[in-house]
């Protein structure tokens, strides 16, 4: 009965620093690439859904360029409007007259082994689909998000 009571904040303990590290990165994102947008380096916000079983959330990313071609994308995403929790993946990026293609692959462990992501987009709007080894699979869809966001 008593792990009951204090399940909700060791919850809130493990996630804490993982949030508190994106919230970092994206506050610093958002004053850092404002528009007009160079490239896709920045905030965006959005939605992910499972093709697999339905469920969707809220889905927030940074993406930070961190070599000639490759970009880390650093997702926050929500599960049931209360469950929360992030992942970066290196992605190699190819730009083509302001128009993005990007993939990427890691590995997730237990959780679901291996997981890909490839997407395609302008600076303003990025879609992307995603696989992992566990079977489940689905889309993101973002968008720059207004300043108040």
């Not at 929500?78 to 302001?98: L, P």
């Amino acid at each position: 009965m008593q792990i009951q009571r204090l399940l909700p904040a060791i919850c809130a303990v493990l996630l804490l620093p993982g949030c508190v590290g994106f919230q970092q990165k994206w506050l610093a994102a958002q004053i850092e690439h404002k528009p007009p947008h160079e490239d896709i380096q920045g905030a965006w916000i959005g939605s992910w859904t499972s093709g697999h079983n339905g469920h969707n959330g809220k889905l927030r990313c940074v993406i930070t360029k961190t070599g000639q071609g490759r970009y880390e994308f650093f997702y926050w995403a929500t599960w049931a409007r209360v469950i929360s929790g992030g992942f970066t993946i290196e992605c190699e990026v190819e730009e083509t007259d302001g128009q993005y293609q990007f993939t990427g692959d890691m590995d997730l462990g237990k959780l679901g082994g291996e997981f890909t992501h490839e997407g395609k987009g302008s600076g303003e709007v990025l879609e992307a689909t995603w696989r992992a080894r566990s079977g489940d699979h689905g889309t993101f869809e973002l968008r720059r998000p207004d300043t108040e966001e």
